[in-house]
Nanobody
Framework: QVQLVESGGGLVQPGGSLRLSCAVS????????MGWYRQAQGNERELVAG???????NYVDSVKGRFTISRDNAKNTLYLQMNSLKPEDTAVYYC??????????WGRGTQVTVSS
């Protein structure tokens, strides 16, 4: 059974940093591109960043230069380093396969709130 568990969210001031983690159980991690997605209140869920098995990365324009996605295949863990956070980054952050997330892989997500 595949399970994705996000952690590392919290409350941070504008300009601050957070590092999100996503622990993936099951056999999907090493053979799939993975991505981070987010959903702000009242908005649709959107892609933030993706990383292919070979390490190539993609980012949505709004986070380029501020966020870094990475993966540790030995630990089946996906990361998102978020720097220079802005209030508009406030959302629940999820991980899933990329670029086509599966509805049955969505976890509970982790809340990121950027506020002074």
């Amino acid at each position: 059974q595949v399970q994705l568990v996000e952690s590392g969210g919290g409350l941070v001031q504008p300009g601050g940093s957070l590092r999100l983690s996503c622990a993936v159980s099951g056999s999907i991690f090493s053979v799939n591109a993975m991505g981070w997605y987010r959903q702000a209140q009242g908005n649709e869920r959107e892609l933030v960043a993706g990383i292919f098995t070979g390490g190539t990365t993609n980012y949505v324009d709004s986070v380029k230069g501020r966020f870094t996605i990475s993966r540790d295949n030995a630990k089946n863990t996906l990361y998102l380093q978020m720097n220079s956070l802005k209030p508009e980054d406030t959302a629940v952050y999820y991980c899933n396969v990329f670029p086509s997330p599966r509805y049955d892989y969505w976890g509970r997500g982790t809340q990121v709130t950027v506020s002074s």
